[in-house]
């Protein structure tokens, strides 16, 4: 391959688009999942896996549970993949937002069904911090 075909094959890349989407983490053993969506998908799928790896993945549940049962007890699974048309006027983080949403209310993957957090309306995360707040005496 020449130079010239180097070039032009790193610009078609560039310039290509990169899928988004959601995907989850599959135990295979108790079946719980974590879900996650990306903006490149491949490459978050990549992120979890190597922070998988070495022992740093910031969901220390699961992180636990790789960590006793290996890595062949696990199974990454693409959910939904979206790629917005080049010209598309539509609101990335939105869409991608919206996606996980609808994947984390069908899978319920809290708990021990999963290793996710639930999501928290803004008046729960607000009594949550004013509860903490009380509890805690004066200094």
Same mark, same amino acid.
């Given at each position: 391959?020449? !130079?010239?075909? #180097? !070039?032009?094959?790193?610009?078609? &890349?560039?310039?290509?688009? /990169?899928?988004?989407? /959601?995907?989850?983490? #599959?135990?295979i053993v108790?079946?719980?999942?974590? /879900?996650?969506?990306? +903006?490149?998908?491949?490459?978050?799928?990549? +992120?979890?896996? =190597?922070?998988?790896?070495?022992?740093?993945? #910031?969901?220390?549940?699961?992180?636990?549970?790789?960590?006793?049962?290996?890595?062949?007890? =696990?199974? =990454?699974?693409?959910?939904?993949? =979206?790629?917005p048309p080049?010209?598309?006027?539509?609101?990335?983080?939105?869409?991608?937002?919206?996606?996980?949403?609808?994947?984390?209310?069908?899978?319920?993957?809290?708990?021990?069904?999963? &290793?996710?957090?639930?999501?928290?309306?803004?008046?729960? !995360? *607000?009594?949550?911090?004013?509860?903490? #707040? *009380?509890?805690?005496?004066? +200094?």
């Amino acid at each position: 391959m020449n !130079k010239e075909d #180097r !070039k032009q094959r790193k610009r078609n &890349y560039q310039q290509s688009a /990169v899928p988004m989407g /959601v995907f989850l983490i #599959r135990n295979i053993v108790n079946d719980k999942v974590f /879900v996650v969506a990306g +903006r490149n998908l491949q490459g978050i799928i990549n +992120r979890h896996r =190597f922070d998988l790896i070495a022992g740093s993945h #910031r969901n220390k549940s699961l992180q636990s549970d790789w960590a006793l049962l290996g890595s062949q007890n =696990f199974a =990454f699974e693409i959910l939904e993949e =979206f790629t917005p048309p080049d010209d598309s006027q539509i609101d990335e983080a939105k869409e991608l937002s919206f996606m996980e949403k609808l994947w984390l209310e069908k899978l319920r993957p809290f708990a021990e069904r999963g &290793y996710n957090e639930p999501i928290l309306s803004r008046a729960e !995360k *607000l009594r949550r911090i004013a509860a903490n #707040r *009380l509890a805690k005496p004066d +200094r």
